[in-house]
């Protein structure tokens, strides 16, 4: 095959890639850069969720200040975790139990203890994630078909990618000379801005699609009952290490500040970020935050009764394959370093919708043109030798474009 | 999309599939819009929107104590990976045993010992859950055992027969009984 007509080839299949599912790819792309700044947007929509100081010098409660907070608040209600968001903007999350039997997410400021509020009965986060993530089809047993539907859209991004930039020649030009023609009409616009776009987000573009792809193997392992996970399972508190008590009530338990100081002597370094208290008599309280590396996190597992760590999971127990696919999520979502590192994201994220738009674009301009040159040949007697040159300017005219 | 597979006359069908080719996907918006409905009554359902679950069983006496048991689903259990059919329950404890209990358990069959008493429920005493296994040749005549396992070290136990507990089950068990 001529270089020429593989080039060509190329082309076909960059432009197939998307083509077909175009709206859907864009519908994800467009779902996935709002879950990116979901919360953000609940707490420009929500005051209880904002974490307002009452004074420039007020400190932040500890854990056990705002347990007993709650307990003198509403002495009725059960607090099951806490959740210490990464931005320090964020309120406390406490899901929590009423005696009716209502579970509930209240927002608890970190400062003065006062619960401001309930999470509103629509979670617009949860919704986007789960309209971005498996298209709202539900879970039954296993992944849902739409977690694969989406997922599976990592293969043709990654491709699209691959075969752009083999089509774009000399691409690494465009980062020296950076074209942008506005005046020269749409077609040549939208073409500029879909390879500007493009080769300015090769890493994103890159990173999503791996990351998508790592969704569409998880499944895959998922539902064969494949695990890689070096995680061991830890007993539940053995009956000789829940005391009994002689007037039969229930035994006190350690204190979270305590329990925090006992993982933190564990895990060096670990800011707790959440926690969750035993879910029954013979179950433990989970300890966890960041460390170093911010994509991960770290976890201590501690028996309420008398403060031993049952279990731990750090970094460095960790696969090097654990620390590559744990790494996946994050990557994808962008949740793993504050507010800058989301408005990146979610940048890039309008960039890759606006490339899934440009992209339609140039091909229906194009289409347009070879459609009107195919009508002005619609005497010619062989339909299919219509449609072969209806497809030839366009391929010409692309690929000499490429190399401008 | 191969043109030489075209027919040589074009077809009113593929005019319109060559006109509308690119425009059919955007129907697969139709595929979350059908499931919005789902969504939210699951949503609605995990936030206990119901109660503690579809199905209120009812109150029942264990000994010194009693609690609300409900179905989660009011449906047949659920495969859920290797572990083979699970069953979700949801229960509360009468407000004043709450402090007295140390630990509910469910069992299909009368437990021997407080050992063998089941699965554990999970969660606040006033919504907790279990995921129950209902191994699918169960008699569906079986009885439902709950033990409650008191702070003092007492143990009370009670049960209900399944078709109370949850008919839904029942049915799946006489289908799965009539099955070869």
């Given at each position: 095959?001529?270089?020429?007509?593989?080039?060509?080839?190329?082309?076909?299949?960059?432009?197939?890639?998307?083509?077909?599912?175009?709206?859907?790819?864009?519908?994800?792309?467009?779902?996935?850069?709002?879950?990116?700044?979901?919360?953000?947007?609940?707490?420009?929509?929500?005051?209880?969720?904002?974490?307002?100081?009452?004074?420039?010098?007020?400190?932040?409660?500890?854990?056990?200040?705002?347990?007993?907070?709650?307990?003198?608040?509403?002495?009725?209600?059960?607090?099951?975790?806490?959740?210490?968001?990464?931005?320090?903007?964020?309120?406390?999350?406490?899901?929590?139990?009423?005696?009716?039997?209502?579970?509930?997410?209240?927002?608890?400021?970190?400062?003065?203890?006062?619960?401001?509020?309930?999470?509103?009965?629509?979670?617009?986060?949860?919704?986007?994630?789960?309209?971005?993530?498996?298209?709202?089809?539900?879970?039954?047993?296993?992944?849902?078909?739409?977690?694969?539907?989406?997922?599976?859209?990592?293969?043709?991004?990654?491709?699209?990618?691959?075969?752009?930039?083999?089509?774009?020649?000399?691409?690494?030009?465009?980062?020296?000379?950076?074209?942008?023609?506005?005046?020269?009409?749409?077609?040549?616009?939208?073409?500029?801005?879909?390879?500007?776009?493009?080769?300015?987000?090769?890493?994103?573009?890159?990173?999503?699609?791996?990351?998508?792809?790592?969704?569409?193997?998880?499944?895959?392992?998922?539902?064969?009952?494949?695990?890689?996970?070096?995680?061991?399972?830890?007993?539940?508190?053995?009956?000789?290490?829940?005391?009994?008590?002689?007037?039969?009530?229930?035994?006190?338990?350690?204190?979270?500040?305590?329990?925090?100081?006992?993982?933190?002597?564990?895990?060096?370094?670990?800011?707790?970020?959440?926690?969750?208290?035993?879910?029954?008599?013979?179950?433990?309280?989970?300890?966890?935050?960041?460390?170093?590396?911010?994509?991960?996190?770290?976890?201590?597992?501690?028996?309420?009764?008398?403060?031993?760590?049952?279990?731990?999971?750090?970094?460095?127990?960790?696969?090097?394959?654990?620390?590559?696919?744990?790494?996946?999520?994050?990557?994808?979502?962008?949740?793993?370093?504050?507010?800058?590192?989301?408005?990146?994201?979610?940048?890039?994220?309008?960039?890759?919708?606006?490339?899934?738009?440009?992209?339609?674009?140039?091909?229906?301009?194009?289409?347009?043109?070879?459609?009107?040159?195919?009508?002005?040949?619609?005497?010619?007697?062989?339909?299919?030798?219509?449609?072969?040159?209806?497809?030839?300017?366009?391929?010409?005219?692309?690929?000499?474009?490429?190399?401008? | 999309?191969?043109?030489?597979?075209?027919?040589?006359?074009?077809?009113?069908?593929?005019?319109?599939?060559?006109?509308?080719?690119?425009?059919?996907?955007?129907?697969?918006?139709?595929?979350?819009?059908?499931?919005?409905?789902?969504?939210?009554?699951?949503?609605?359902?995990?936030?206990?929107?119901?109660?503690?679950?579809?199905?209120?069983?009812?109150?029942?006496?264990?000994?010194?104590?009693?609690?609300?048991?409900?179905?989660?689903?009011?449906?047949?259990?659920?495969?859920?990976?290797?572990?083979?059919?699970?069953?979700?329950?949801?229960?509360?404890?009468?407000?004043?045993?709450?402090?007295?209990?140390?630990?509910?358990?469910?069992?299909?069959?009368?437990?021997?010992?407080?050992?063998?008493?089941?699965?554990?429920?999970?969660?606040?005493?006033?919504?907790?859950g279990a995921l129950l296994p209902v191994p699918p040749k169960t008699q569906p005549d079986a009885e439902l055992w709950i033990t409650l396992e008191g702070w003092d070290g007492s143990m009370h136990q009670a049960s209900i027969p399944l078709n109370q507990a949850s008919p839904a089950t029942v049915a799946w068990l006489k289908h799965q009984g009539a099955k070869p």
């Amino acid at each position: 095959m001529s270089k020429k007509s593989r080039s060509k080839l190329w082309f076909l299949v960059h432009s197939w890639l998307a083509l077909p599912i175009w709206f859907f790819v864009l519908i994800v792309c467009v779902t996935g850069t709002l879950a990116v700044v979901s919360q953000e947007i609940v707490w420009l929509a929500n005051p209880d969720m904002r974490a307002s100081k009452p004074s420039d010098e007020a400190p932040l409660l500890s854990y056990d200040q705002v347990i007993a907070a709650i307990k003198q608040a509403q002495p009725q209600t059960q607090v099951q975790s806490i959740i210490r968001p990464d931005e320090s903007h964020f309120a406390l999350e406490v899901g929590v139990t009423y005696p009716d039997g209502r579970p509930d997410t209240v927002y608890v400021n970190p400062y003065s203890g006062v619960i401001q509020g309930s999470a509103p009965t629509f979670n617009f986060q949860a919704f986007t994630r789960a309209l971005h993530g498996w298209w709202l089809v539900p879970f039954t047993n296993g992944y849902s078909w739409g977690w694969y539907l989406v997922s599976f859209l990592g293969l043709p991004l990654l491709a699209s990618l691959v075969t752009g930039l083999v089509v774009y020649k000399r691409f690494w030009k465009g980062f020296l000379r950076p074209t942008l023609r506005i005046r020269h009409g749409a077609r040549i616009f939208w073409g500029d801005f879909h390879r500007l776009s493009g080769i300015w987000s090769i890493w994103f573009i890159a990173v999503i699609s791996v990351t998508g792809t790592w969704f569409l193997i998880q499944a895959l392992l998922g539902d064969n009952q494949i695990s890689i996970s070096s995680e061991p399972v830890i007993p539940v508190v053995a009956r000789e290490n829940v005391p009994l008590s002689v007037d039969g009530q229930a035994p006190p338990q350690l204190n979270l500040d305590r329990a925090i100081e006992i993982a933190q002597q564990r895990i060096p370094g670990l800011e707790a970020s959440f926690i969750s208290l035993p879910g029954n008599a013979y179950s433990h309280l989970e300890i966890g935050g960041r460390g170093w590396y911010p994509l991960m996190f770290q976890t201590a597992t501690i028996n309420p009764y008398n403060g031993d760590v049952a279990a731990s999971r750090l970094l460095s127990d960790r696969t090097t394959l654990e620390f590559v696919t744990e790494s996946m999520r994050p990557l994808h979502t962008g949740d793993f370093g504050g507010l800058w590192i989301k408005l990146i994201w979610f940048f890039f994220g309008l960039l890759l919708s606006m490339m899934v738009l440009s992209g339609l674009l140039i091909w229906t301009k194009r289409t347009a043109l070879a459609t009107a040159n195919a009508f002005k040949r619609s005497q010619k007697p062989n339909r299919g030798a219509r449609i072969a040159q209806a497809l030839q300017p366009s391929v010409h005219r692309e690929s000499s474009e490429g190399s401008l | 999309m191969n043109p030489s597979n075209t027919v040589s006359s074009p077809s009113r069908l593929s005019l319109f599939w060559h006109k509308w080719r690119f425009h059919l996907n955007v129907l697969l918006l139709l595929i979350p819009l059908g499931f919005m409905p789902k969504y939210l009554s699951e949503a609605a359902l995990f936030r206990g929107d119901a109660g503690l679950g579809e199905r209120d069983v009812g109150e029942v006496q264990v000994g010194p104590w009693s609690l609300r048991l409900a179905e989660f689903r009011n449906e047949a259990p659920r495969v859920q990976g290797p572990a083979g059919p699970m069953k979700h329950f949801n229960a509360a404890l009468c407000q004043s045993c709450i402090g007295q209990v140390k630990a509910t358990y469910l069992r299909i069959g009368k437990p021997r010992s407080l050992r063998a008493a089941g699965v554990i429920f999970f969660g606040s005493p006033y919504r907790m859950g279990a995921l129950l296994p209902v191994p699918p040749k169960t008699q569906p005549d079986a009885e439902l055992w709950i033990t409650l396992e008191g702070w003092d070290g007492s143990m009370h136990q009670a049960s209900i027969p399944l078709n109370q507990a949850s008919p839904a089950t029942v049915a799946w068990l006489k289908h799965q009984g009539a099955k070869p």
